[in-house]
């Protein structure tokens, strides 16, 4: 635990001090709060709800947080300290964890600058009216948990490659089809589709955004997260033995 705490202060330490980091919290600060009151027509419909917040949150996760992790590997691997790091007493795994926590802080940190929206919405709510506050936060919880998916994804995918744009493109192609076979026009068409519609990270997005808790949907992300981290670890132990 001491060595993913130590990986995880190194990793976050490197993204203060990094211009990038802030230039990503500010672009998804923006595109976010842009796309709920401009896209989505909020003023135009006059309804004090986050519905259209949240229904762009698996597009902006999908495009954002795989620009963060493709780096994390690949740039070691560039650079050539990932060889030094594999030299180092540690475990594989609390490598990976460490690095992992250090970049999902950043991007709950990127979620959290995005509730001042909530704030507006509660300010043109009608005051008769109390806040239905369970949609809101199950959306923030469904949108953390789809963005630790497509981190965990992305850091895998970052682990295969040295070139950070491959790293991107691969993570981006695998989210893509995962969001993808959740929509009916997709899965209605396809054989078995329903049983695909299951493993994708939309459909389970769906009921969190909407207010519903259901464990099954949670489990569903913590699986994806552990899947994609363990493919992780076994692609920097085969390193070792290349």
């Known amino acids: 635990m001491s060595n993913i705490w130590r990986i995880f202060k190194k990793e976050f330490g490197g993204y203060i001090n990094s211009p990038s980091s802030y230039i990503f919290l500010i672009i998804f600060h923006i595109l976010g709060t842009s796309m709920f009151f401009f896209v989505s027509g909020f003023f135009r419909n006059q309804q004090a ?74 300010y043109f709510a009608d005051p008769h009216t109390p806040v239905d506050w369970g949609p809101i936060w199950c959306g923030y919880l469904g949108s953390l948990l789809m963005g630790a998916s497509f981190l965990a994804m992305g850091v895998w995918a970052s682990s295969l490659t040295r070139n950070q744009i491959i790293a991107f493109i691969i993570s981006c192609a695998v989210g893509f089809v995962l969001i993808l076979i959740g929509f009916p026009f997709i899965y209605q068409v396809l054989p078995g589709g329903e049983t695909l519609a299951r493993f994708s990270l ?4 769906l009921s969190l955004y909407r207010g519903v808790l259901d464990l099954a949907d949670v489990v569903y992300y913590l699986s994806a997260i552990a899947f994609f981290l363990f493919l992780n670890i076994r692609s920097v132990e085969s390193r070792k033995w290349k």
């Open 49 to 122: 709800n986050l519905g259209g917040f949240f229904v762009f949150m698996p597009w902006l996760m999908l495009f954002f947080v795989p620009a963060v992790a493709m780096r994390i590997w690949a740039e070691e691997k560039k650079v050539g300290t990932d060889e030094l790091l594999m030299t180092l007493p540690v475990k594989d795994y609390e490598v990976v964890l460490g690095k992992y926590l250090a970049a999902l802080v950043l991007v709950a940190l990127a979620l959290i600058l995005t509730f001042p929206v909530v704030l507006v919405v509660k």
């Open 202 to 205: 939309y459909s389970h997005f």
